[in-house]
């Protein structure tokens, strides 16, 4: 199975500051048909995840254009450019480019 | 707009089945390039992708897991299930159901876009 580990694990983030999470694969996550099969997403507590990223840099519809997703072969970071208060939460990183697909342990950010 | 809505028994015992029904509506689980899948939550924890089921049917199971749980679909209700056999207090989640396409508009995608609202399933004697 490929291990997705995320960092931090917590993260305090400023109202108005960027932030940055950072999601490694323990081998590449490159699928056969060149696409990388990365995304992000973001669940506020009581909630089901939310898509933000997928296919690593691609925004999912109605997403902020202050998320951003970047990276390669085994090397992922999220960015928020600004953060804001409905932010808060925590974000897990996914890949879907082999079976079984695996989740980061996930990111908490708070305020 | 896509609707997925799971629904379960909420208690379960140690060493019974467990049975999941995800609903949905905007969507038919039989089109083309569609992943329906099931993932867990144990309380305060992370995310365990469980299985998925294809449009055309193929499965696919976490090894994890393989040996105590089935994934199905029912075309003429539109939905699909999950079976858990023999299951423990380790099994205690909330259950989600999601969709992954494989486009995301023209662009192909294999992420997970829309998300049941999830079922607590705790598993005590």
């Known amino acids: 199975d490929i291990v997705m580990t995320q960092t931090p694990l917590s993260s305090p983030a400023t109202l108005g500051q960027p932030a940055s999470i950072s999601c490694r694969s323990s081998q590449s996550v490159v699928h056969s048909d060149g696409n990388t099969y990365l995304s992000w997403l973001h669940q506020r507590p009581g909630q089901p995840p939310r898509l933000l990223i997928y296919k690593t840099s691609n925004r999912f519809s109605g997403v902020p254009d202050r998320f951003s997703g970047s990276g390669a072969r085994t090397d992922f970071t999220l960015n928020i450019s600004r953060v804001e208060a409905e932010d808060v939460g925590v974000y897990y990183c996914?890949?879907?480019?082999?079976?079984?697909?695996?989740f980061g342990q996930g990111t908490k950010v708070e305020i | 707009q896509v609707q997925l809505q799971e629904s379960g028994p909420g208690l379960i015992k140690p060493s019974e089945t467990l049975s999941l029904t995800c609903i949905v509506s905007g969507d038919s689980i039989t089109s083309r390039g569609h992943y329906w899948g099931w993932i867990r939550q144990p309380p305060g924890k992370g995310l365990e992708w469980i299985a998925n089921?294809?449009?055309?049917?193929?499965?696919y199971y976490n090894p994890s897991l393989a040996g105590r749980i089935t994934i199905f679909q029912d075309t003429s209700k539109n939905q699909f299930s999950l079976k858990m056999r023999s299951v423990t207090a380790a099994d205690t989640a909330i259950y989600f159901c999601a969709r992954a396409p494989e486009f995301c508009g023209s662009s192909t995608c294999l992420a997970f876009d829309s998300w049941g609202q999830g079922a607590l399933v705790t598993v005590s004697s």
């Open positions: 996914m890949q879907a480019t082999h079976f079984p697909w695996t």
């Open positions: 089921i294809f449009s055309t049917g193929t499965t």
